[in-house]
């Protein structure tokens, strides 16, 4: 559905007349962005009855970090913020001389450029490079802090930095973070999540530790082979499986596009059966109709709402603590 300016989109699938100015793919948006407003409002009280309930996952990646919309109320300045998109790509790039190492190689592509990095200079460097980006000096958005203060008992995050977590804790919670590594190690797998004590899986490593980031093709190639194994060296925690398969999970920060999440998702899927899986919604602003098309028409994966992070989120907080979220 598309709802004019306001861009609040809850894709339902149904025939229908309404295109999407003519972009790309407008025979599918045609066919995909059609509804009542009714279902935006549906879907967002969906997700904020599962939060609510404290049975809802937060799967949370590095769009969370972008900067907000021209004409909101909400400031982010550009310093406080890591870098999203390519942006950090095409700063290691120009750091290692990617365009005089390999001139075709594209500067954007941020497991290509890590990898020469890596080989440039070294592991070690390649992490503190990241850290500096993503982490140092840095602070976490209002709308991260706006999501910490619900009462999210599970998170699973591909992001490196440690900007959550600082927001769990300057809202008094103490989060028990769990960390991927690509070593042969039992799993550690924490009971009981609560609200004021949630688990936070770092599904892609920690800048803490630099042998967990999975960052180069290396690393993504070494993560698809480490989440074969089997308890105890399943990466992934028993408990953690337990709640993908009872509880709503809400993608927020992510766009479907990304090769590498899609691989992701249908990694934490492989061999669950999808009747046994409770509602999944993605936030994304722009979501891609061919996506679209597989994810929900035909496979029922996923349910999108596009809207952006800062629409998003002021949203849901309001449904679920009763109060607006102000700057």
């Known amino acids: 559905m598309w709802c004019g300016g306001a861009g609040l989109v809850v894709c339902e699938t149904r025939v229908g007349l309404v295109t999407r100015g003519g972009g790309r793919g407008s025979w599918l948006y045609a066919r995909l962005m059609?509804?009542?407003?009714?279902?935006?409002?549906?879907?967002?009280?969906?997700?904020?009855?599962?939060?609510?309930?404290?049975?809802?996952?937060?799967?949370l990646g590095a769009?969370?970090?972008?900067?907000?919309?021209?004409?909101?109320?909400?400031?982010?300045?550009?310093?406080l913020r890591p870098p999203v998109g390519s942006a950090f790509s095409r700063e290691l790039a120009g750091e290692c001389?990617?365009?005089?190492?390999?001139?075709?190689?594209?500067?954007?592509?941020?497991?290509?450029?890590?990898?020469?990095?890596?080989?440039?200079?070294?592991?070690?460097?390649?992490?503190?490079?990241?850290?500096?980006?993503?982490?140092?000096?840095?602070?976490?958005s209002p709308m991260l802090r706006a999501l910490a203060e619900l009462d999210f008992p599970v998170v699973i995050t591909t992001n490196y930095d440690q900007l959550f977590e600082q927001a769990l804790r300057d809202v008094g919670k103490q989060p028990r973070v769990a960390i991927y590594t690509p070593r042969l190690e039992e799993t550690i797998d924490y009971r009981k999540p609560t609200a004021q004590s949630p688990i936070v899986f770092?599904?892609?490593?920690?800048?803490?530790?630099?042998?967990?980031?999975?960052?180069?093709?290396?690393?993504?190639?070494d993560f698809v082979l480490r989440m074969s194994n089997k308890e105890p060296y399943d990466p992934l925690?028993?408990?953690?499986?337990?709640?993908?398969?009872?509880?709503?999970?809400?993608?927020?920060g992510y766009s479907l596009l990304d090769y590498n999440l899609r691989l992701l998702f249908k990694?934490?899927?492989?061999?669950?059966?999808?009747?046994?899986?409770?509602?999944?919604y993605s936030v994304d602003f722009e979501p891609d109709p061919l996506i679209m098309d597989v994810w929900q028409s035909q496979r029922r994966y996923v349910k999108f709402i596009a809207q952006d992070v800062?629409?998003?989120?002021?949203?849901?907080y309001e449904l679920v603590s009763g109060k607006e979220l102000t700057p």
């Not at 935006?40 to 937060?58: F, K």
């Not at 769009?63 to 310093?79: K, L, R, T």
């Not at 925690?237 to 927020?252: A, G, I, M, N, Q």
């Not at 800062?310 to 849901?316: G, K």
Request: hydrophobic letters at 45%; one cysteine or more.
């Open 237 to 252: 925690p028993r408990r953690l499986k337990v709640y993908l398969t009872d509880w709503t999970t809400v993608f927020v």
């Open 267 to 280: 990694t934490l899927r492989w061999k669950i059966d999808n009747a046994n899986l409770p509602d999944m």
């Open 34 to 59: 059609v509804g009542a407003a009714s279902d935006v409002s549906r879907a967002l009280g969906l997700v904020a009855d599962a939060v609510g309930a404290r049975e809802c996952i937060l799967f």
């Open 63 to 79: 769009g969370v970090h972008a900067p907000p919309p021209a004409g909101s109320a909400f400031s982010y300045p550009a310093e």
């Open 97 to 140: 001389g990617l365009a005089e190492l390999l001139p075709r190689e594209d500067p954007g592509n941020l497991q290509r450029v890590a990898l020469a990095y890596e080989i440039a200079f070294s592991r070690h460097q390649l992490v503190d490079a990241v850290t500096d980006a993503v982490h140092v000096g840095k602070e976490p």
């Open 202 to 221: 770092k599904i892609h490593g920690d800048i803490s530790r630099p042998e967990t980031v999975v960052i180069t093709d290396e690393d993504y190639i």
């Open 310 to 316: 800062w629409a998003f989120v002021p949203r849901l």
